[in-house]
C-alpha cells in the first residue's frame, strides 16, 4: 500500500529544487507561446529524472509532455501547468507556481516504490492569457487517453471549482457615414446609433432569457468627435451561460440585436467571433478527494468549491475527461489577481508554501485513485452523467 507519509517526504526533499523553478520563472516571465525558457528549464528536470519529454505538441512549440510509466496498462494521469506570464506585469496570476506544483506531485509518486502500473504524464499548456493553447491541443486529442486531468492555481483561498460558465466574445463594428453634425447632419449616418441601439437591445433582450446568462458589453470606439457624425464605432461583448445548447440560443439572439441595429439605424455591422470558452463540467467526486487532501497537508484558509467562477480554457479538458483544479490559498482572501499584489505574492514565502502544499495535495490525489478502482469508476461514472447534463438544453 503506498503511503501518502512516504510521498510528502519526498516532496518536502525537493523543496529547494521547486523553489528555484518557481523563481527562476517569477524572475523570467514569458508571454503566451513565447515560453521556451520555462519550457526548457521544467522539461530538463523532468528529462533528468527519468520522464520522458515529447517538445511541441498540437502545433504549438512551447506545449510538452513528460511521461513516466510504471508497468503496463494502469490508469493514467494527467497533471496540467500553465507557465505564461503577462504583458508589462509578470506573473502576476501565479502561474510560475504551477510548474512546480506539478513536477513536484509527478517527481515524489515516481520515486515511490510502490507505485502500482500507471503513467504519470506533467502536460505543458501555454499561452492561457492569450491564445489558450488548451484549446487546439484538446481538438487534437491531446488529453483524450488520460484517465483523469488535473491542476493547481494560485488562489484568495483553497478551494475548488464548481462548474464556469461557457463564454462567446463578439466585436461589433458598425459603419457609417461621417459629416458634419451642425453644418449637414442630413449627410451623415451614425455608427454610433447602431451600437448605442445594440446595447439597448440587449437590455430588452437580458429580460427574456434563464437567470445563469450574462450579457456585459463595453464601447471601444464611439467616434473622433462631437461635430462629426461617427462612421465608425465599435463595442464588445462578452455573453455567457451555464452550457453551451443554451448559450449557442442566446448568442444567435444577440447577434439579431446587432443585425437589428444596424438596419434601423441604416448602419453596416461587421460581427468579429472573439474568444469562446466552453463550461467547465464538475466531478464532484473529484473535487472531493482535491479538497480532502488539501485539508490532510494542512492548507490554509480551505473553502467549499466556488459557486461562480471565471472561464478558463481548462473547461475544454474538462469535457474530454474528468479534471479537477484545486486553488492554492497564498494571497488574502479578497486579493484580485492579474495585479502588482499577486506578483510580489508569487514569488514569496507564501508562494513557495502554496507549492508545497499543492505538490502534496496532487500527489495525495493521485495515490487515492491508484488505490481505488472503485473511486476511479465514480469519477468516470459522475463525468458521464455530467457530459450528458450539460449536453441538454434545459440545464439550469
Ligand atoms: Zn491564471
Redesign the pocket.
Known sequence: MMSKEALFTRVEDLEQELIELSAFLHANPELGNEEFQAVNRITHILERNGFVVERGLAGLDTAFRASYTVGLGGPVIGMLC?YDALKDLGHG?G?NLQSPSVVGAALALSRLEDLPPCTIEVIGTPA?ETTSGKIPMAQQGCFDHLDIALMM?GGDRTTVDGRSLAVDNFEFVFEGKASHAAVAPEKGVSALDGVLMTFNGMEYLREHVRSDVRIHGIITDGGIAANIVPERAAAMFSIRAINRPYLDTVVERALNVARGAALATGTKVHIHPKKSLESKLNVQALNDVLLENAKLVGAKNVTPPREKTGSTDFSIVTHRVPGACIRVAFVPQGTP?HTKEWVEASNSKEGNEAIITAAKTLGATCIDVLSSATLLDAIKMQFKEEKELQENLVLQ
Open positions: 500553465e496570476c502561474h492561457e492555481h489577481n
